[in-house]
């Protein structure tokens, strides 16, 4: 067994995962994960930099995680930073405060890059199920990004696309810097236009329709999941595996966008960093199944941070 720490910092959040990993037999036990929510693409949509508050909340994750992989042990450590911070450009200032505080660099990764973590993360468990059909495809929604990936025991065809909850929110469901509550037709029509040209644009690499299993990814999916299951907390284990249908996400996602804020945020299972990006988040997810024609989706808890970890601990990813 190895420790590792694998850190993801994305658009909207950065995660870590302390585990102990056998690459030979694919073990992998989880010591201690955690998120935060952080915001770090918080205006680069519209200024094309990271703005000074969402560097100074992410360096506070930062510091808090250094403790925990310190106390823990952790012999080695790789942080590997998405989409928010592809496309800044004040990166220096990001990569060099994570350097301060972490003592290592992080890699910002290519969008393909990305996918091949999260396929291995969320797949390496789904293998053994002989139940479930291949290939998979795995749906990673993030905050500015959504990667798309088909394969069996490896990667055959992945792509990523520029449509995430915040960026689609702050894109298309922001008037004066408020989030309009709830959203017109005439957002939710926009939204889905810009959903429906980049599911265009990944089937151009990634035979959405050849996969026979869709595996969905991250936060907006696990929220869906959560709300479809009805639970009164964020369990983790009841949500990791579940498989939400058609009609569960498309009744979860008019509700989402009919509903106010604080109809959101009464949610047991909904995040507070989540309230405002769920509804973007499930159109995203509703317009893959309908593309698609999957009937139900397998929700999975473990996705790009345990393919970091994996990749780390010596795993061929």
Request: proline share 3%; aromatic share 4%; with cysteine.
């Amino acid at each position: 067994m190895i420790r590792v720490a694998g850190i993801d910092c994305g658009t909207n959040s950065i995660r870590l995962l302390v585990a102990d990993c056998d690459p030979a037999t694919g073990e992998l036990v989880e010591l201690d994960r955690r998120m935060t929510i952080v915001r770090l693409g918080q205006g680069v949509d519209r200024t094309g930099r990271l703005a000074p508050e969402a560097l100074e909340r992410t360096f506070a994750a930062c510091r808090e995680y250094a403790a925990v992989i310190k106390e823990l042990g952790a012999e080695r450590v790789r942080f590997v930073a998405t989409s928010a911070s592809r496309d800044a450009e004040n990166r220096d200032d990001f990569v060099r405060g994570v350097v301060e505080i972490l003592g290592v660099e992080p890699e910002v990764i290519s969008g393909d890059q990305e996918a091949e973590f999260s396929f291995t993360g969320a797949t390496k468990e789904l293998t053994a199920h002989e139940h479930l059909e291949r290939p998979f495809l795995v749906v990673d929604i993030g905050g500015g990004s959504t990667e798309f990936v088909v394969g069996d025991d490896h990667v055959r065809a992945a792509r990523s696309v520029d449509v995430g909850c915040v960026r689609m929110t702050e894109r298309h469901l922001v008037v004066d810097g408020v989030v309009t509550d709830p959203p017109t037709e005439e957002q939710i029509t926009a939204v889905r236009a810009d959903i429906e040209a980049a599911l265009d644009l990944a089937s151009e690499t990634v035979p959405l329709t050849e996969a026979r299993t869709l595996v969905g990814l991250a936060g907006s999916v696990t929220t869906i999941a959560g709300i479809a299951l009805g639970l009164p907390e964020y369990r983790s284990s009841e949500i990791h595996h579940s498989r939400i249908s058609y009609e569960q996400v498309r009744a979860i996602t008019e509700r989402m966008l009919t509903a106010t804020h604080d109809e959101r945020a009464a949610i047991p299972v909904m995040h507070p960093g989540r309230v405002d990006v769920i509804g973007a988040g499930a159109l995203v997810l509703l317009a893959v199944m309908e593309r698609t024609g999957a009937s139900e989706v397998v929700v999975s808890e473990h996705d790009i941070l345990d393919g970091i970890a994996w990749s780390v601990a010596g795993a061929t990813v």
